[in-house]
């Protein structure tokens, strides 16, 4: 039988590289997966960590110097009253939406290669939600007066938060996304926390994983229940995560706005946040399957799968741009068309080029199996999305507002070095919780992947009702 | 130990006969479809608007639907999808309906139907801030001649990548083996960009232009999505109706298969709600003159009803029957379900199309009810016609095996 | 008398599962299996229903919603009715965004507490983590666990019996939590 299970692999040339590679027990994948946990970091991380802190310190300078001077510090203003803080908030989000996808929507089309890379993902999309909520917190001016505005409370001032206004449904879709992450992630991590409580060597660690562990005793009705709650969790983050970037898009589409008003707007913005959010796992999971010796979880089979995904995402992205342009045209309405010559050929053009070769053409690439297999290449290409995305919320926010209807309000937009140095600042805080992350918790959702390693093992001895009906035996099946 | 994630018994023989049977059934629809788009034309061609305008909506939504399997056909070879391989012939019947549905759709492209369907057709009839934006692009746009390039780029579209897909799976019957499921696969996800592409433009033409003024960007993935699930339904219903005959794709559908579908349908049913929140709440809020009056035909006059049954029964109602797994268990309640969303997906196009010609509210004809009979009669018809003389499960499949042993996890 | 945890280790997922129904027919009712991850067949030998966790969620998620609405209505509408472009007070269209996010926000604190609540966590101590070996039960080892309250020997004749059927390794544990409530 396994003579024929392996002419039968040979035979099939469609055959993927498999999810999971070598020869493991439970107890190598644990050592494995967790070995980058108690394993005394290297030089190398040391560097990126310092690298990742100095980042940081920008974020603390940047943010240091607006609450000083005030808002005038950025480069916004009449027309262009919205810039960097919306378009890095926008990024950052999109970001944040791979994670949710990875976890959620993969879990419930019973994506088994997901287990792999879901806990890396999920870590992202709550760093990158941080990142993306300092920006409309510190454009409020001064951020500890935000909540009376934001959140609807009994105020002595006797007014409630305004609920027909699109800023409003984002701070509740973006603060419910963020809880959401935060309980998902977590949720996924207390079978892992035990098991390190449970390695752990020193007392600090032991008594730290035991409280975050909650007490775990991996008992029967702990799993019964802990999988029925993961898995409706689940659920309900799929259509979250579809109406974060979709409200996120309203924040835009509902103004009238030239180039904003546009009814694709929220299905091509969840295209273009899953589109960046995948860029940038590739983009951090190419490294690290590396330096964490992750390669047998993480294959071949899922770097390719994420750039399939990629390239479909890019293609959605496309053909929200193929119709953007096309109803300007085709509505003949002169200011909806002038907005997107001015896209095209006005003093932003490089952008808008730069945003259409990084987000409409290179994907593409990805239908090469030799590049969505290459990893010099995938790399390469998932940086190119992020500028790409990044292009593309500068484009919409930036060319629709500094052009008004009336060419005397015409007035062009620059940012200053705050803007600059706080959003480096915020990608070196991102970098920081990411090798926190890295550094202290499995980037690999073990119990999960033991799980799918059981499964795999014994999916025999199932019950084929289809094959019963073929006339085979019961379970018949190579081992 | 295994590391595929299917374990492989080999090739599956099965030893089926070919189909040679649905005469009856050929009949039923044949006559239905006969009898029907005959009152239907025959009232059109006599000059009658609301025959023209029936036509049109049940030709936009058949052909939708066609498109809607050929998409499912062509996005499950493209995504390596072993599971449906057991159940893919009904998707490929009704991308199957293809050619019959360009045939249908001639009397629409005379001069006659052009002229008592489309405004832009007469646009000396516009008022002056109409032909204003009309003479902004419109009007090379929407100009016959470059109506019909139009047309003929969408058939060759959706023609080519049917038939090259039909013919290799008839092919892959004869011959077993890799090497056409493995040009399937490329071709499909190679032509699956052109066939979106071409059903968001054919919903432009055919459904948005038939208000002026209106245009919405999402329109496309409107129109689209909605036959997308009118396929869905019935390739559900084509799976739990033949469940009984050995030789039928119903037998081999298992619980897994039909969970799999109650699932898509689930899906499906909220992306549509999606699309349709999204264009209602842009639309409704930002309120422009040239936007808003689409809505407000369908929300301030005696449309009213009929948009509200579509937030029910297009959405909330499918929705929470459809969530408990139980109910997409339940082959009979499930087969009801699919029969509704189907129904609910031609009152959606229903709905799009005529108060484009009755704008205070419905006027319900008996044309309404022979020209989606009528048309999709004949589809169904000659659909089922050239499923004879193939297997009903695709018997050489390398994958059937793997269709066939598709768990669901627990 | 006092309570008494038997713990016994076995080789495997099905060593384990035909060690608890063998147990759970006899009558016991606490039996409970520790295991890396979930196992296959569980639920159906330890007992487990439905999990009710489903049902908290959803009326979580529905209360959520309604709160949600409510909000935007009461505030907007009727408390301090603010007019927004002549567009109507109540206008369900823009209230949607809020009602789901809150029925999400309201449905996915409802599932992490009931099951919290359901399996009694957090519970940092449990006699169970006494039993030399258990700690690889997050690894890779498959533990079968119940309490009774007897004496120390009838615990003791019990944890044999078990030992009989297969258990590589057998603890009895005594409940210190009984002990100091006294």
Known sequence: MATEHAHAAAADPLAGVPVLLGNHT?????????????????????ALFGLALAGFGLFVLAIAVTLYKGIGAWGNNIPVGWAFGIINFVWWIGIGHAGTLISAILLLFQQKWRTSINRFAEAMTIFAVIQALVFPVIHTGRPWYAAYFLFPYPSTNSIWPQFKSPLMWDVFAVSTYFTISLLFW???????????????????????????????????????????????????????????????????????????HATIFPPYFVAGAVFSGFAMVVTWIVPARRFLGLKDVITMRHLENMNKIILVTGLIVSYGYLMEHFIAWYSGNEYEWSVFVNRATGPYAGVYWLMITCNVVTPNLFWFKKIRTSIPAMWILSILVNIGMWCERFIIIVTSLHRGFVPSTWEMYYPTWVDFTLFAGTIGFFSTLFLLFMRFLPAVATAEVKEARHEMEIGHVHHHPGLMKAGLPEGHAAH | MATTETVTVGPLNLDLPRFAGGMKWIGVFGVIGVIGTGITLAGAFGGNQDAWFSYQAAFAFWTATAVGGLILLAAHHAANAKWPTAIRRPMEAVAGAMPVMLVLGIPLLLPNALSAIYPWYHPEKFDAELLHHFHGHKELYLAPGVYYVRQAIYWVVFLLATEVILSWSKKLDEVGGHEFIRKTRSFSAGMLPFIILAVTWAGFDWLMSLTPFWQSTIFGAYYGAGGFLAAIAIVTIACLATRSDRSMFG??????????????????????????????????IGNLPEEVPYYWIRLKTGWLPMSTFLIFGHFALPFVLLVPRTVKLMPRLL???????????????????????????????????????????????????????????????????????????? | MSRYWVLAEFAGPKALLTAARILRDEGLANVDLHSPHPIDGADEVLGLGASRVRWVGLVGGLVGAVTGYVTCWYTNAINFPIDVGGRPLNSAPAFIPVTFEAGVLFGAFALLFSMLAITGLPALYHPVFEAPGFERVSVDAYWLSFSIRSAEDRANEVAERVKAMGATRVSVVKDPRLEAMR
Request: include cysteine.
């Open chain 1, 26 to 46: 439970d107890e190598t994948l644990t050592d494995t997966l967790f070995g980058h946990v108690w394993r005394k970091p290297g030089f190398g991380w040391y």
């Open chain 2, 335 to 410: 087969m009801a379900i699919a029969i509704w969303v189907l129904f609910v997906c031609m009152v959606d196009v229903y709905w799009m199309v005529l108060p484009a010609l009755h704008e205070d509210g419905p006027h319900y004809s008996l044309y309404n009810f022979t020209a989606f009979l009528g048309v999709g009669g004949i589809a169904a018809a000659f659909a089922i016609f050239r499923l004879r003389g193939r297997y009903l499960v695709p018997v050489k499949d390398p994958y059937l095996v793997d269709s066939l042993q598709y768990l669901q996890p627990h």
């Open chain 1, 186 to 260: 977590f949720m996924g991590l207390i079978p892992d926390l035990a098991s390190l409580r449970d390695r752990s060597k020193g007392k600090l660690q032991k008594i730290v994983y035991g409280i975050l562990s909650l007490g775990w005793r991996g008992s029967g009705k702990h799993w019964h229940n802990w999988k029925v709650a993961y898995l409706i969790m689940a659920g309900i983050s799929t259509p979250l995560v579809l109406s974060v970037h979709s409200v996120v898009s309203f924040d835009f589409a509902v103004a009238l706005l030239p180039g904003w």
């Open chain 2, 251 to 284: 037998y081999w559908m298992t619980k897994h298969h039909q969970h799999n579908l109650g699932k898509l349908l689930l899906a499906f049913v909220s992306f549509w709600a999606y699309i349709g929140f999204s264009q209602l709440l842009l639309v409704w």
